[in-house]
């Protein structure tokens, strides 16, 4: 799912917080019918860190609703391109896992198809794969 080596550039505390998400198991049923952790992708450059990822969340209403977020920069190469008019944004996402099923399923109709920013990309928000 991520690219080779992606994984070994993350910092410590990046991969202490996926440590305590991954003991659960992808397989289990209610993951699967109740989602509770969402991929948000076409975050527009203006999000350049971890903290603004979590900032952008609590300003969009959903502070403290969550328990993990991790962000992923657009490429280098998309960030060339966007930076010299080829995209309109960027292509960060972040794997955000929610508190409830209920919670974010919230997040999903009040994030998905809308835009950070008036030039940007539309967010898309989808349930993850792996629960």
């Known amino acids: 799912f991520f690219a080779p080596g992606a994984v070994a550039k993350l910092s410590q505390d990046h991969l202490d917080a996926a440590a305590v998400v991954a003991p659960f198991h992808p397989d289990d049923p209610a993951a699967e019918t109740n989602p509770t952790t ?12 971890q903290d603004q990822a979590r900032g952008w969340l609590d300003c969009a209403g959903f ?3 969550y328990d993990f977020v991790l962000w992923l920069p657009p490429t280098r ?4 391109a966007a930076t010299q008019g080829g995209l309109e944004g960027g292509l960060a996402y972040a794997f955000v896992n929610f508190i409830t099923h209920d919670v974010a399923m919230d997040c999903l109709a009040h994030l998905d198809g809308k835009s950070m920013d008036p030039s940007g ?9 792996i629960q």
């Open 38 to 49: 969402l991929v948000i992708r076409n975050l527009p450059l203006s999000v350049v860190s």
């Open 121 to 129: 990309p539309a967010l898309s928000v989808v349930p993850a794969r």
């Open 77 to 80: 190469r998309q960030e060339v």
């Open 63 to 65: 502070g403290r609703l």
